[in-house]
């Protein structure tokens, strides 16, 4: 998978990506509740896209946001959106960042080609006792099927969790592993 083309789809994609997202309120509260996203926390969104999680962490009252996406036009939304989180245009495997309380990579985990680097590149950016957190509001298998079209060229198939749970395992110790007909996670905490 080559990145410029990563950065290609998804700049297509961003002027309508909020109106075609498709999410559950609930099922993203989960996830944000085993990944113990809570007041004052700072926050590192991966692969952010256009923002679609920071009205959810705003009303937890986190302390920061910082939000990196690959893609300029995805970053460029986020950041008009919401001019009160700091939104970064950039590989995060190459920018420098900072500790964070909480990271989430949340139905973008299938654009990286690396799996085991990009976590152990996120674990170094934890606090003590911070959480880490991939995450998918739908099923591994609706998330492959979804990629199956257009999207195959820049996606790779979600690992099974239990693959997840073992490069996790390297740096973390695993706190949540879910995957089921209405969505997926493993959160492990530093």
Known sequence: ???????????RLAPGWD???IRSDEIIGLILDAAEVASGDDVLDVACGTGVLFPDYQSRKIGSLTGIDISPEMARIAREKFPWATVICGDVEETALGMYDRIMVYNAFPHFPNPAH???VLSAHLKPGGTLTVAHGMSRAAIDRHHEGAASRVSVGLMHEDDLESIFRKHLRVTVKISNEKMYQVTGKK
């Open 1 to 11: 998978m080559d990145k410029q083309d990563v950065i290609s789809f998804f700049d």
């Open 118 to 120: 990009l976590i152990d």
């Open 19 to 21: 109106a075609d997202m």
